[in-house]
């Protein structure tokens, strides 16, 4: 994306140059002139207001190669403020506390016996928080994820948004609200394996099978905010006995189907995330039947999308997932294979069992750097924010 020297992009402008020192710091303002085509000018006074909220900071020099004067490198100041994160499944709370560049400060979480209400939440989260001997006041936003069993994509999410604009009033700042899938997207074209990437698929393998779609470093966010409901989709001409509908993938492939698949057998009594297909049968068996309708699924995004490539992480174990991944291959053939590739099909996210709350804690981040984005962000009513939240998330220009 380039800039406009215009007075009146000044917003836009000021996303772009925190979105370079985001993705490619440390980096010199000379660097993010040439990626941006804005001026010299242009850049100094974005960095200088950036660097006044504390939200970047300078660091070391970089030598010029020629006869130039070396350069002072900027980057994200991490300890600028706190993100937290708060996602729920159908068996736990998951709340962390994150660094601005995406590192863990502390997490905890909490089993579920019953849906909690927003209150519940707000007062386990400030617990949490004051815990943490953090002020709350440090906290620039906070994201929310939740991937469920209950009801259909469209009625859970209404049922999402009703609850981000409860958790922001009562905790009085704004929250970004994504799927975990988009939540992952959104960390790893920040802070991992997809920094370099411009279009890329990843799933999420949850109570639901959910997917994020990335196109020229976008999430797709569909209509009223929607998408990613991967698995709704058919992947087999049988059908299913109690709805009469064709076989769905999540009826084969979500951890819901899982908990279906060793119910009244002695693995029931065992986290789903720590089932092991080579000690538990069940769980081998569910393995062996998610594996064909989960290619196809791949095969299909293949098919319509012909991404760079696919990034799948999961509420899984790692051994379960390890070994879903390992009966996938061969591959179905499709226009993925097609051509020169540099980058693998299907890439396992590495850090499988942190990925989704650091994601979750990225989403106001993610937010901030694109007015597209701040779509998925909840301000609360009459708020009135630090000067950092002023800068990326209020302040009109």
């Given at each position: 994306m380039k800039g406009s020297n215009a007075k009146q992009n000044k917003a836009v402008n000021l996303r772009l140059v925190l979105t370079q020192i985001v993705?490619?710091?440390?980096?010199?303002?000379?660097?993010?002139?040439?990626?941006?085509?804005?001026?010299?000018?242009?850049?100094?006074?974005?960095?200088?207001?950036?660097?006044?909220?504390?939200?970047?900071?300078?660091?070391?020099?970089?030598?010029?190669?020629?006869?130039?004067?070396?350069?002072?490198?900027?980057?994200?100041?991490?300890?600028?403020?706190?993100?937290?994160?708060?996602?729920?499944?159908?068996?736990?709370?998951?709340l962390g506390l994150y660094y601005l560049n995406g590192e863990c400060h502390s997490t905890i979480t909490k089993q579920l016996?019953?849906?909690?209400?927003?209150?519940?939440?707000?007062?386990?989260?400030?617990?949490f928080i004051a815990t943490n001997n953090i002020s709350i006041q440090t906290v620039l936003a906070g994201g929310l994820s939740v991937n469920t069993s209950q009801g259909d994509a469209i009625s859970q999410h209404q049922l999402n948004q009703t609850l981000q604009a409860q958790l922001s009033e009562l905790l009085h700042f704004p929250i970004a609200l994504e799927s975990t899938a988009s939540a992952c997207a959104a960390y790893q074209m920040l802070f991992g394996e997809a920094q370099t990437l411009h279009n890329f698929v990843?799933?999420?393998?949850?109570?639901?099978?959910?997917?994020?779609?990335?196109?020229?470093?976008?999430?797709?966010?569909?209509?009223?905010?929607?998408?990613?409901?991967?698995?709704?989709?058919?992947?087999?001409?049988?059908?299913?006995?109690?709805?009469?509908?064709?076989?769905?993938l999540n009826e084969f492939s979500s951890i819901d189907s899982l908990a279906t698949f060793v119910a009244n057998s002695p693995e029931a009594a065992i986290p789903l995330n720590a089932?092991?297909?080579?000690?538990?049968?069940?769980?081998?068996?569910?393995?062996?039947?998610?594996?064909?309708?989960?290619?196809?699924?791949?095969?299909?995004?293949?098919?319509?999308?012909?991404?760079?490539?696919?990034?799948?992480?999961?509420?899984?174990?790692?051994?379960c997932l390890d070994k879903l991944i390992c009966t996938l291959r061969p591959?179905?053939?499709?226009?993925?294979?097609?051509?020169?590739?540099?980058?693998?099909?299907?890439?396992?996210?590495?850090?499988?069992?942190?990925?989704?709350?650091?994601?979750?804690a990225t989403l106001p981040l993610h937010a901030a750097l694109s007015n597209k984005n701040m779509q998925t962000l909840y301000m609360p009513k009459l708020f009135q924010g630090t000067p950092l939240q002023e800068s990326v998330f209020l302040r009109q220009y």
């Open positions: 993705t490619l710091g440390p980096i010199s303002r000379a660097d993010i002139a040439r990626n941006t085509l804005l001026t010299k000018q242009t850049i100094t006074n974005m960095v200088e207001e950036l660097i006044a909220i504390n939200l970047v900071e300078e660091m070391g020099i970089k030598r010029s190669e020629g006869a130039g004067k070396p350069s002072k490198m900027l980057c994200l100041n991490k300890h600028a403020a706190f993100t937290c994160a708060i996602r729920i499944t159908s068996e736990r709370l998951e016996t019953s849906p909690l209400r927003a209150t519940d939440i707000g007062h386990v989260l400030e617990q990843y799933i999420h393998i949850g109570n639901k099978v959910e997917a994020a779609i990335v196109y020229d470093r976008q999430i797709m966010l569909g209509q009223n905010g929607l998408t990613g409901a991967i698995g709704d989709i058919f992947v087999t001409p049988e059908h299913n006995e109690k709805t009469g509908e064709l076989g769905t089932l092991d297909p080579s000690k538990h049968v069940r769980c081998a068996a569910w393995v062996a039947q998610a594996m064909e309708p989960l290619r196809i699924a791949i095969h299909t995004l293949e098919s319509v999308l012909n991404t760079q490539t696919i990034i799948i992480g999961s509420d899984l174990s790692e051994t591959f179905i053939p499709s226009i993925a294979q097609l051509g020169k590739r540099d980058i693998v099909r299907l890439i396992k996210v590495p850090n499988i069992n942190s990925i989704a709350l650091s994601g979750v």
